[in-house]
T-cell receptor, first 114, second 114 residues
């Protein structure tokens, strides 16, 4: 079945460590997104990419980095510069031909900093 | 700038009762409107969307929403809820093409009591 796979589902990190969250999609979607979800704050956009080898900062990009070397993959690195990284991270994608249509989401990765 | 306000952070209702989840937005231009649902520890799933045309929009799982331009609202309704409707619901507004223009509300946690 087509969909978005995020891994790992749960991740623990010590302060000062970088971690990378994986996001893979087999929907043949052009655009991919990373959101951060905190209780009572909804979803906030971290980074997005509309085409391979290109990406743009969202509203809260500081302390994060991404790459888009393949259409199917859009990994997110949470760096040690992110002051409050404990959160639920969601990856999503959408086909450019349906830009106002449905965002497809992965099941999320919950990062906890110890 | 656009913003989305979900007026209730939590809504408890009894099974088989009707429910309305409220969403208001602020924008001086035409918008596209969405409702997403999130079950515990999962990603978001599209319930329904308004792009144009009829202001009453029907979605999955018996939900519907009405776009009211004069009141800048897009409230979600269901005439009779089920235990399985327990989830968090997010209203989202987009100013134009591309999901990067999507702004999410803070979410409303719907709890169905037997």
């Amino acid at each position: 079945d087509g969909g978005i796979t995020q891994s790992p589902k749960y991740l623990f990190r010590k302060e000062g460590q970088n971690v990378t969250l994986s996001c893979e999609q087999n929907l043949n979607h052009d655009a991919m997104y990373w959101y951060r979800q905190d209780p009572g704050q909804g979803l906030r956009l971290i980074y997005y990419s509309q085409i391979v080898n290109d990406f743009q900062k969202g509203d809260i990009a500081e302390g994060y980095s991404v790459s888009r070397e393949k259409k199917e993959s859009f990994p997110l690195t949470v760096t040690s510069a992110q002051k409050n990284p404990t959160a639920f991270y969601l990856c999503a994608s959408i086909g450019m031909a349906d830009a106002n249509g449905e965002l497809f989401f992965g099941e999320g990765s919950r990062l906890t900093v110890l | 700038a656009q913003s989305v306000t979900q007026l209730d952070s939590q809504v408890p209702v009894f099974e088989e009762a009707p429910v309305e989840l409220r969403c208001n937005y602020s924008s001086s231009v035409s918008v596209y409107l969405f409702w997403y649902v999130q079950y515990p520890n999962q990603g978001l799933q599209l319930l329904l969307k308004y792009l144009s045309g009829s202001t009453l929009v029907k979605g999955i799982n018996g939900f519907e929403a009405e776009f009211n331009k004069s009141q800048t609202s897009f409230h979600l309704r269901k005439p009779s809820v089920h235990i399985s409707d327990t989830a968090e619901y997010f209203c989202a507004v987009s100013l134009g093409r591309g999901a990067q223009k999507l702004v999410f509300g803070q979410g409303t946690r719907l709890t169905i009591n037997p």
